[in-house]
């Protein structure tokens, strides 16, 4: 993996971070997982409406969005790799303690080759409900770099031979998948969490949403055990079909949804 700091509208490779770092020091930042294909990041307008949100909620200054696409660009065409996931990291710069020194961000961009898009192919994933809680909270809705409950929720599943779990919220709503967002499909409906639960603001679970069956409700583990079916979604691998105590996995019922998501990568 490479990693590149943003200086001056342009990428310069960097092998290392000072402790100072407040991204480091306090989690004072977040970040975006991007799938890019043949040079290009996957659902730039969606990513930039949501670091745009995630910047107002931290009181971060507003990052130049045109110049740091074409300097993703620019890495990406000398990197020449047709698939690779990509990670921006945007931290608050200068140091200081719990009060910052200043609100400008500062964005580190780490580039991993892929062999094959993550989007074709996706296997069924087996999953429990998670024993971590999540507070309900609109902090949950951004990709703030503090991810410990996610972190702590995948050993969990590790621990008992699960490929993802459910993670409810302190109100017992379910919220989300450790790393995306949860779908239940109910009869003609699709059921998804309400960003007040404390999921993440999904770019998948907003592309999913522009389809008229497709609901953000308060859901419930009673709703979740009696759906048709159930899947997960986020913008890097795409729609995942799930298996749940007596929920088989359906991945013919996926293929709408996925196909979908595939027409509003760019």
């Not at 306090?26 to 990513?47: H, I, M, N, Q």
């Amino acid at each position: 993996m490479k990693h590149y700091l943003f200086t001056k509208g342009v990428f310069s490779p960097v092998e290392g971070l000072l402790p100072s770092n407040r991204g480091f020091a306090y989690a004072d930042g977040f970040f975006e997982s991007v799938l890019c294909l043949d040079g290009k990041p996957t659902f730039w307008d969606l990513r930039v409406h949501r670091m745009r949100r995630a910047s107002e909620f931290l009181k971060l200054e507003a990052l130049a969005f045109d110049d740091l696409h074409k300097a993703i660009v620019a890495v990406l065409t000398e990197h020449h790799h047709s698939i690779t996931r990509i990670r921006l990291t945007i931290y608050r710069e200068g140091e200081g303690r719990y009060l910052p020194e200043t609100n400008v961000p500062a964005v580190l961009l780490s580039v991993e080759d892929l062999n094959a898009s993550p989007f074709h192919n996706t296997p069924a994933r087996r999953i429990g409900v998670s024993t971590v809680r999540l507070f309900n909270s609109p902090e949950g809705n951004h990709k703030l770099i503090s991810k410990h409950a996610q972190v702590r929720a995948a050993l969990e599943a590790k621990e008992r031979g699960l490929d993802d779990l459910i993670m409810l919220n302190t109100s017992e709503e379910v919220s989300e998948l450790i790393a995306g967002n949860l779908f239940a499909v109910i009869g003609s409906e699709v059921l998804t969490p309400s960003l007040r639960a404390g999921c993440l603001d999904g770019v998948a679970r907003r592309v999913l949403l522009e389809l008229p069956q497709v609901k953000s409700v308060r859901l419930t583990m009673e709703q979740i055990m009696g759906a048709d079916a159930l899947f997960g979604a986020n913008s890097v691998t795409g729609v995942m079909p799930l298996e749940y105590d007596s929920i088989a996995a359906n991945p013919e019922l996926m293929i709408g949804f996925k196909d979908h998501l595939e027409s509003r990568m760019y």
